[in-house]
C-alpha cells in the first residue's frame, strides 16, 4: 500500500479531509483500481465523482430553515450543493438573512436536509416518494428530483408495497407498462407544484387494487424465475394480471403451448390455443408468390412475439368450444365447420390477416344476432374421439357410406359438437384456404353430452 493510501486509512477521529481534496483522493483510488485490473462492470468499482460544490452561498455561512414547528441549520455549502433552488433565491435576494421560514412538513424535510448534506437518502414507501417529489419541485431541488426519477419503482398493490429496479421492465414487450406510464404521468402532472404555488395541492400514490401474490409471481419471472403453475385457473389469474399491467413478452411466457417436431414434415411446430393467438404472430408466407393452380398448400406459420424472435413454426391452433359443429353431408360427400358466437368472431380475426377464402355471417337466433363463420375442413388425417370412442380414419366414409345405403334424405346433414379440437391453416395465396383437423374430440347428441355429466 502507497503512502498516500496508508494516510488515508490512518485518519483519526478528528481528521478532516478538505473538499478540493476529495476530487483528487478519488481520482487516486480510480488509478490504484486500474492498476488491480478490476472489471469497469464490477460491483466494487468506484466511479470518478466530481464532489466540487459551486459558490453560491458562501460555503462556510450557516443558514437556518424553520421548516413547520422544527429547525435545521444548513451552511451555504449544502444549500449551494443542489443549487440553484428556492433556498439560494431567497438568500441571495436577501443578502442581509439567514433565517427562512416555510409551511412544509419537517417530516419530508428531514430527508431533503440528509439530501443536501451530501448523504444517500432511502425511499420508505410510496407516500415518501410522492412527498420528496412533490417538494423537490417546490423547492426547486433539481439534483433531488433527478435523483428521485432514477429510483426504481415503489408501488402499492392492494396496500402492500412493492420496490423494485425499473430496468426489470424495459425488456420490449414489457414497456411501456402500467408503472411507467403512472410515473410518467405523475413527472408531467400539473398538480406537482411549481415555485409560483403558495401551497401545493395533495397528491397522493396510485393503489393498485389487485392481489399482491399475483404481482410477487410476476415481479419474481420479471427477475428471470420460473412461476410454480398449481392450477389452470391460477394461470388464468397470472394471464390477466399481466394484461392488466401490460407485461406482454411475460404473457406470452406464461400462454400455455407445446413445441415438437413433426417427423414427416421435418419442421417444427406450435399448438396455442384460439384465445391466445396474436395476429401479429401469423405469417403467410405464400402471399406475394406466383401462385400457379396446382402449387400445393402453405401451412399458416406463428411466431410468439417478444419470445420467438422471428423463429417461425407450423402453427396448430387447438380450439375448446361448444360453439363448435362439425356438418358431414353425406350426398354430396362434403364437410364443413361452423363456428358462432364468440369464438366465430376470435377465428375470423385471426384468419383476416392471412386470407380472405371464409363465409361470416351474422343470424338471428331467438331475436339476437349471433356471429358465424363457415370454413372448408378436412378430416381424413385427424385422430379422435366420438362420444368417447377412439374414430379409425376411415370413419368420415364409413358414416357417409351408412347414410346412402339407408337412403335418407338427400339433404339431410349430419352434426357433431367438436368440444375439443386442432387444426392447421392451409393457404394458397390469400384467396384458398383448407382448415386440415389434427386431433378432435365430439358428440352427436345431448345423451352422450349427459354422460359426461358428474354429480355434485
Same mark, same amino acid.
Given at each position: 500500500?502507497?503512502?498516500? +493510501?496508508?494516510?488515508?486509512?490512518?485518519?483519526?477521529?478528528?481528521?478532516?479531509?478538505?473538499?478540493?481534496?476529495?476530487?483528487?483522493?478519488?481520482?487516486?483510488?480510480?488509478?490504484?483500481?486500474?492498476?488491480?485490473?478490476?472489471?469497469?462492470?464490477?460491483?466494487?468499482?468506484?466511479?470518478?465523482?466530481?464532489?466540487?460544490?459551486?459558490?453560491?452561498?458562501?460555503?462556510?455561512?450557516?443558514?437556518?430553515?424553520?421548516?413547520?414547528?422544527?429547525?435545521?441549520?444548513?451552511?451555504?455549502?449544502?444549500?449551494?450543493?443542489?443549487?440553484?433552488?428556492?433556498?439560494?433565491?431567497?438568500?441571495?435576494?436577501?443578502?442581509?438573512?439567514?433565517?427562512?421560514?416555510?409551511?412544509?412538513?419537517?417530516?419530508?424535510?428531514?430527508?431533503?436536509?440528509?439530501?443536501?448534506?451530501?448523504?444517500?437518502?432511502?425511499?420508505?414507501?410510496?407516500?415518501?416518494?410522492?412527498?420528496?417529489?412533490?417538494?423537490?419541485?417546490?423547492?426547486?431541488?433539481?439534483?433531488?428530483?433527478?435523483?428521485?426519477?432514477?429510483?426504481?419503482?415503489?408501488?402499492?398493490?392492494?396496500?402492500?408495497?412493492?420496490?423494485?429496479?425499473?430496468?426489470?421492465?424495459?425488456?420490449?414487450?414489457?414497456?411501456?407498462?402500467?408503472?411507467?406510464?403512472?410515473?410518467?404521468?405523475?413527472?408531467?402532472?400539473?398538480?406537482?407544484?411549481?415555485?409560483?404555488?403558495?401551497?401545493?395541492?395533495?397528491?397522493?400514490?396510485?393503489?393498485?387494487?389487485?392481489?399482491?401474490?399475483? !404481482?410477487?409471481?410476476?415481479?419474481?419471472?420479471?427477475?428471470?424465475?420460473?412461476?410454480?403453475?398449481?392450477?389452470?385457473?391460477?394461470?388464468?389469474?397470472?394471464?390477466?394480471?399481466?394484461?392488466?399491467?401490460? !407485461?406482454?413478452?411475460?404473457?406470452?411466457?406464461?400462454?400455455?403451448?407445446?413445441?415438437?417436431?413433426?417427423?414427416?414434415?421435418?419442421?417444427?411446430?406450435?399448438?396455442?390455443?384460439?384465445?391466445?393467438?396474436?395476429?401479429?404472430?401469423? +405469417?403467410?408466407?405464400?402471399?406475394?408468390?406466383?401462385?400457379?393452380?396446382?402449387?400445393?398448400? =402453405?401451412?399458416?406459420?406463428?411466431?410468439?412475439?417478444?419470445?420467438?424472435?422471428?423463429? &417461425?413454426?407450423?402453427?396448430?391452433?387447438?380450439?375448446?368450444?361448444?360453439?363448435?359443429?362439425?356438418?358431414?353431408?353425406?350426398?354430396?360427400?362434403?364437410? =364443413?365447420?361452423?363456428?358462432?358466437?364468440?369464438?366465430?368472431?376470435?377465428?375470423?380475426?385471426?384468419?383476416?390477416?392471412?386470407?380472405?377464402?371464409?363465409?361470416?355471417?351474422?343470424?338471428?337466433?331467438?331475436?339476437?344476432?349471433?356471429?358465424?363463420?363457415?370454413?372448408?375442413?378436412?378430416?381424413?388425417?385427424?385422430?379422435?374421439?366420438?362420444?368417447?370412442?377412439?374414430?379409425?380414419?376411415? &370413419?368420415?366414409?364409413?358414416?357417409?357410406?351408412?347414410?346412402?345405403?339407408?337412403?335418407?334424405?338427400?339433404?339431410?346433414?349430419?352434426?357433431?359438437?367438436?368440444?375439443?379440437?386442432?387444426?392447421?391453416?392451409?393457404?394458397?395465396?390469400?384467396?384458398?384456404?383448407?382448415?386440415?383437423?389434427?386431433?378432435?374430440?365430439?358428440?352427436?347428441?345431448?345423451?352422450?353430452?349427459?354422460?359426461?355429466?358428474?354429480?355434485?
Amino acid at each position: 500500500m502507497s503512502s498516500e +493510501l496508508a494516510s488515508m486509512c490512518s485518519l483519526t477521529p478528528g481528521s478532516v479531509i478538505a473538499l478540493n481534496e476529495i476530487p483528487q483522493t478519488f481520482d487516486f483510488m480510480h488509478e490504484q483500481q486500474s492498476k488491480l485490473n478490476m472489471p469497469q462492470n464490477s460491483q466494487t468499482t468506484v466511479k470518478k465523482i466530481n464532489f466540487q460544490i459551486p459558490v453560491v452561498l458562501p460555503h462556510e455561512r450557516m443558514y437556518t430553515l424553520n421548516i413547520g414547528n422544527e429547525k435545521f441549520i444548513l451552511s451555504g455549502a449544502s444549500l449551494s450543493f443542489d443549487s440553484p433552488s428556492y433556498f439560494t433565491d431567497f438568500f441571495l435576494s436577501n443578502s442581509n438573512e439567514t433565517i427562512l421560514s416555510i409551511d412544509r412538513s419537517p417530516k419530508v424535510f428531514q430527508k431533503i436536509y440528509l439530501h443536501l448534506q451530501g448523504y444517500s437518502i432511502e425511499i420508505e414507501n410510496e407516500y415518501e416518494f410522492i412527498y420528496l417529489l412533490m417538494d423537490s419541485s417546490y423547492f426547486k431541488l433539481t439534483k433531488l428530483r433527478e435523483r428521485l426519477m432514477r429510483e426504481g419503482f415503489i408501488i402499492s398493490i392492494s396496500n402492500q408495497t412493492f420496490r423494485f429496479p425499473k430496468e426489470i421492465m424495459t425488456q420490449k414487450g414489457n414497456y411501456p407498462n402500467l408503472f411507467s406510464i403512472f410515473y410518467n404521468r405523475i413527472i408531467d402532472d400539473p398538480l406537482i407544484p411549481k415555485q409560483t404555488t403558495l401551497i401545493p395541492p395533495p397528491l397522493s400514490p396510485t393503489i393498485i387494487n389487485r392481489d399482491p401474490k399475483i !404481482f410477487s409471481q410476476l415481479l419474481s419471472a420479471l427477475h428471470g424465475n420460473q412461476i410454480e403453475i398449481t392450477s389452470d385457473s391460477h394461470r388464468e389469474d397470472l394471464l390477466k394480471d399481466c394484461t392488466y399491467y401490460q !407485461f406482454f413478452a411475460l404473457e406470452q411466457r406464461l400462454i400455455p403451448h407445446k413445441i415438437s417436431k413433426n417427423p414427416f414434415t421435418g419442421r417444427e411446430e406450435i399448438t396455442i390455443k384460439l384465445e391466445h393467438l396474436k395476429k401479429k404472430g401469423l +405469417l403467410n408466407d405464400s402471399i406475394g408468390e406466383m401462385i400457379e393452380h396446382e402449387q400445393p398448400f =402453405t401451412v399458416i406459420k406463428y411466431s410468439r412475439p417478444y419470445v420467438d424472435d422471428g423463429i &417461425w413454426r407450423d402453427l396448430i391452433v387447438q380450439i375448446n368450444s361448444s360453439d363448435v359443429t362439425l356438418l358431414i353431408n353425406p350426398s354430396i360427400k362434403f364437410t =364443413t365447420l361452423i363456428l358462432k358466437g364468440k369464438i366465430a368472431i376470435k377465428m375470423k380475426s385471426i384468419l383476416a390477416s392471412v386470407t380472405d377464402d371464409y363465409i361470416y355471417e351474422e343470424e338471428l337466433i331467438w331475436g339476437v344476432s349471433v356471429s358465424k363463420l363457415t370454413l372448408l375442413i378436412r378430416m381424413d388425417k385427424a385422430n379422435g374421439f366420438i362420444n368417447g370412442n377412439n374414430m379409425d380414419n376411415q &370413419w368420415i366414409s364409413s358414416l357417409i357410406n351408412a347414410a346412402l345405403e339407408k337412403g335418407n334424405d338427400k339433404n339431410q346433414v349430419i352434426e357433431i359438437k367438436l368440444t375439443k379440437s386442432q387444426w392447421t391453416i392451409n393457404v394458397q395465396g390469400r384467396n384458398k384456404i383448407w382448415m386440415d383437423c389434427v386431433k378432435f374430440d365430439g358428440l352427436t347428441d345431448v345423451y352422450y353430452f349427459n354422460q359426461s355429466r358428474k354429480f355434485l
